[in-house]
């Protein structure tokens, strides 16, 4: 067992498979059962450890060296973390940004989220790669790599399970931050595990953008009667969400549809598709994702363990789904479009935060579409 000099204490994660990692504790002293994944942004860890669509799993960051810039109140996603552990190879003892207001260790603490570093996460990163994404225990309280093992064996995954309900809103609230003069288009937006950084990109372009929980139904959404309705990201599978898929379904047709991530999944579902679980998922800032209808390739931010099988919509009964964007990592689809129902939706993250910004003229093409619904 790794012991710090610096009087850090030992922390140990444990795969499904029987691996088992040791190194430091960082973050609060606890333990968590979860799936294993891995994220490629070089920065942005702030965003990634605040966004919804990590419920249920913990995150190992590939890059070596991460809080070196500490941690602030404005580069958050959501109201809190979401995700039960976060590992990494070297946390920041040392941060330096003017921004900062508090370290990434106190953070993890202080939001009740398990950590551990020391570890060699280039090693964990190769074994999710070749063998998939993997249940897991992480804990630095109790440190039997058998007992931890066997809890991993008695828990449940991710498959099957509703975690939108988790993450979703109560109550709908109007989001106008960034909103100047009177809004040009009604947006309501799916809360499924949004992030903020959509609805700073959707006042942005002039919309008022009303939130909405997730188990909101067609009825409620059309009495609003908005000018679009905007599915939004979330974390597991999703085909337990079945109120979101049967709301998905009462308006098509009827209102401009935009989904992204999990709301990508859940439209296709709607569609009539099927989804199916990736081996180790794609989450990070440098997927590249072609588009078909101009030949460029963007450069992407992703998080997510699930897709739609493209042989699926074939068939669909609402109309031909034209499929629009691939990506060129495994050739999986990342974006389709039913021009017969005013809906369309992408995989990936064209708001980003953190990662590039080659796709952000999607929210543009929603705009589009919704005033080419209004005439």
Same mark, same amino acid.
């Given at each position: 067992?790794?012991?710090?000099?610096?009087?850090r204490k030992p922390a140990v994660l444990v795969l499904d498979d029987g691996t088992v990692f040791e190194g430091?504790?960082? @973050?609060?002293?606890?333990?968590?059962?979860?799936?294993?994944?891995?994220?490629?942004?070089?920065?942005?860890?702030?965003?990634?450890?605040?966004?919804?669509?990590?419920?249920?799993?913990?995150?190992?960051?590939?890059?070596?060296?991460?809080?070196?810039?500490?941690?602030?109140?404005?580069?958050?996603?959501?109201?809190?973390?979401?995700?039960?552990?976060f590992i990494v190879r070297e946390s920041s003892r040392i941060r330096s940004n003017w921004r900062s207001t508090?370290?990434?260790?106190?953070? #993890? &603490?202080?939001? @009740?989220?398990? @950590?551990?570093?020391?570890?060699?996460?280039?090693? #964990?990163?190769? $074994?999710?790669?070749?063998?998939?994404?993997?249940?897991?225990?992480?804990?630095? =309280? !109790?440190?039997?790599?058998?007992?931890? #093992?066997? &809890?991993?064996?008695?828990?449940?995954?991710?498959?099957?399970?509703?975690?939108?309900?988790?993450? %979703?809103?109560?109550?709908?609230?109007?989001?106008?931050?960034?909103?100047?003069?009177?809004?040009?288009? !009604?947006?309501?937006?799916?809360?499924?595990?949004?992030?903020?950084?959509?609805?700073?990109?959707?006042?942005?372009?002039?919309?008022?953008?009303? =939130?909405?929980?997730?188990?909101?139904?067609?009825?409620?959404?059309?009495?609003?009667?908005?000018?679009? =309705?905007?599915?939004?990201?979330?974390?597991?599978?999703?085909?337990?969400?079945?109120?979101?898929?049967?709301?998905?379904?009462?308006?098509?047709?009827? &209102?401009?549809?935009?989904?992204?991530?999990?709301?990508?999944?859940?439209?296709?579902?709607?569609?009539?598709?099927?989804?199916?679980?990736?081996?180790?998922? $794609?989450?990070?800032?440098?997927?590249?994702?072609?588009?078909?209808?101009?030949?460029? =390739?963007?450069?992407?931010?992703?998080?997510?363990?699930?897709?739609?099988?493209?042989?699926?919509?074939?068939?669909?009964?609402?109309?031909?789904?034209?499929? %629009?964007?691939?990506?060129?990592?495994?050739?999986?689809?990342?974006?389709?479009?039913?021009?017969?129902?005013?809906?369309?939706?992408?995989?990936? $993250?064209?708001?980003?935060?953190?990662?590039?910004?080659?796709?952000?003229?999607?929210?543009?093409?929603?705009?589009?579409?919704?005033?080419?619904?209004?005439?």
């Amino acid at each position: 067992m790794v012991y710090d000099m610096r009087g850090r204490k030992p922390a140990v994660l444990v795969l499904d498979d029987g691996t088992v990692f040791e190194g430091t504790s960082m @973050g609060a002293r606890g333990e968590f059962l979860g799936e294993a994944c891995f994220n490629t942004s070089m920065a942005g860890y702030q965003e990634i450890l605040t966004d919804p669509s990590y419920a249920g799993q913990m995150v190992s960051m590939t890059y070596p060296l991460i809080g070196n810039y500490g941690v602030n109140p404005d580069d958050v996603e959501s109201g809190k973390i979401y995700m039960g552990g976060f590992i990494v190879r070297e946390s920041s003892r040392i941060r330096s940004n003017w921004r900062s207001t508090g370290d990434l260790d106190g953070y #993890l &603490k202080e939001q @009740g989220v398990v @950590g551990l570093e020391g570890i060699d996460t280039r090693a #964990l990163t190769k $074994h999710l790669r070749s063998y998939g994404a993997r249940q897991a225990a992480l804990s630095s =309280v !109790e440190l039997d790599p058998g007992k931890l #093992l066997k &809890k991993v064996e008695e828990a449940p995954g991710l498959v099957g399970a509703d975690l939108v309900l988790g993450v %979703t809103i109560e109550e709908p609230y109007v989001w106008s931050e960034g909103l100047t003069g009177e809004p040009e288009y !009604e947006v309501v937006a799916y809360d499924f595990g949004i992030k903020r950084n959509i609805l700073r990109l959707l006042t942005s372009q002039g919309c008022r953008v009303t =939130v909405v929980p997730a188990a909101t139904t067609a009825v409620e959404i059309l009495e609003r009667d908005p000018d679009g =309705v905007f599915l939004s990201n979330g974390p597991g599978d999703p085909e337990p969400i079945t109120y979101a898929i049967e709301s998905i379904r009462g308006l098509l047709g009827k &209102k401009p549809v935009f989904g992204i991530c999990l709301g990508h999944q859940l439209l296709g579902l709607a569609l009539g598709g099927r989804t199916y679980k990736l081996k180790f998922g $794609h989450r990070g800032g440098n997927q590249p994702v072609m588009n078909r209808d101009t030949g460029r =390739v963007e450069i992407t931010a992703q998080n997510h363990g699930f897709a739609v099988e493209p042989e699926s919509l074939k068939d669909c009964r609402y109309g031909e789904v034209e499929l %629009t964007h691939w990506n060129l990592n495994d050739d999986t689809l990342e974006g389709m479009r039913c021009r017969e129902v005013g809906a369309f939706s992408v995989q990936y $993250h064209p708001e980003a935060s953190p990662g590039p910004h080659d796709s952000r003229y999607l929210f543009e093409q929603f705009l589009g579409l919704m005033k080419e619904w209004r005439s």
